[in-house]
């Protein structure tokens, strides 16, 4: 091999909901961020694993101690279980996506790791010690700005990434990003779907629903606006099956994020210099997998109208975008920005 052959970069967002990788070699892979163990014997002779991950943990859930190790934006701590929950996370990403297999070969591995804004100012120091041994160098960032370096809106624009755990914001300045330019609600896809369970249980006394089927129906059927056709779902009431519409409670719980997430948006473009403000209010990015959400991006738009008006993009690939924007700022990174990592 050459030594250019032997260097593999590696880009990785790591999200509450979904964890994404995407590599120089072409790979592209996406778990949901969920890892649970076998709770017992009988439950290792049943999966015959000592570990799953993403959707396969979340439907044996009844036999697994499950962890969603990132919770609205921080990496879990004071728990040896989360930690160890976000190190296997990670293992499986590069594994799904061979870079295991390829260091073992003798490649050098180096990764840029896409965290929420908040988690990139407290946790960066689990992240590191996550990522110990499973590659051989290291950058952190924020993923709103990691989408940002991807999609080349390095100046004049304002990245709005509305995850599972928490929204958040990135202006770009044409430079890294400092902690004044960025920001993070924990409203975002999660907190939608508490709004969402408590208004079904309000309006439909004895309800028996989890909140990972709240959330298959929000992600299945979220909107801001007029409805493209109403929601009907089968419910168990008191025990019994019951078709209902739940249209209501699915237009008032998603379009409780708007306000929080506008006010926020407006207040990081009201603290850009004034001479700026209008080309970043016309370059707005909507990203994350709320941003699927019909309707979501002209509320945006309508909530700029009284400041002189805005245009909001939608990425198309909200999925890979975050951890393709990694892999774009390793290929671009000098050696000086690279953390080395010891095993």
């Known amino acids: ?27 592209r892979k996406v778990v949901d961020s969920y890892v649970g163990w076998p709770v017992d014997a009988v439950a290792r002779k049943i999966l015959k694993k000592k570990v799953l ?15 969603r190790p990132l919770e609205r934006g921080l990496l879990k701590e004071g728990s040896d279980k ?9 293992s499986h990403l590069l594994d799904l996506a061979g870079v295991s297999e390829a260091r073992k070969g003798g490649a050098n591995v180096r990764a840029v790791v896409g965290v929420p804004a908040e988690a990139l100012r407290v946790n960066k120091q689990h992240v590191r010690e996550a990522m110990r041994g499973l590659v051989d160098g290291l950058i952190i960032v924020s993923e709103p700005f990691a989408v940002a370096y991807g999609l080349d809106a390095l100046l004049h624009a304002i990245v709005v990434d509305v995850g599972a755990g928490t929204t958040d914001y990135c ?27 408590t208004l079904l249980g309000e309006r439909h006394p004895g309800i028996s629903v989890s909140i990972h089927t709240v959330r298959e129906w929000k992600e299945a059927h979220s909107f801001v606006g007029k409805p493209p056709e ?17 249209t209501e409670e699915i237009r008032q719980a998603c379009e409780s994020l708007g306000p929080p997430v506008a006010e926020a948006m407006l207040d990081l473009i009201a603290g850009v210099e004034s001479e700026y403000q209008e080309q970043v209010r016309n370059r707005v990015i909507l990203a994350g997998g709320t941003s699927r959400m019909p309707g979501f991006g002209h509320y945006l738009e309508a909530a700029m109208r009284e400041y ?16 393709s924007g990694g892999l774009e700022l390793a290929k671009d990174a000098p050696t000086s920005d690279w953390e080395k990592l010891e095993k």
Do not use: C
């Not at 989360?82 to 296997?88: F, K, L, P, S, V």
């Open 53 to 67: 991950f993403g959707a396969e943990a979340v439907k044996n859930r009844t036999m697994l101690d499950v962890h």
């Open 1 to 27: 091999m050459t030594e250019k052959a032997k260097l593999l970069l590696v880009g990785i967002d790591l999200g509450t909901s979904q964890s994404a990788i995407v590599t120089s070699s072409g790979e």
């Open 82 to 90: 989360d930690q160890q929950a976000i190190r296997e996370l990670l």
């Open 230 to 246: 109403p929601v009907t779902v089968s419910i168990p009431v008191g025990g019994k099956p019951s078709e209902i519409d739940i």
């Open 171 to 197: 202006v770009m300045k044409g430079r890294y990003p400092t902690e004044e330019d960025q920001r993070t609600l924990i409203n975002a896809g999660d907190w939608v779907d508490e709004q969402l369970m």
């Open 308 to 323: 002189g008006g805005g245009k909001v993009q939608v990425v198309k690939d909200p999925v890979y975008v975050g951890a």
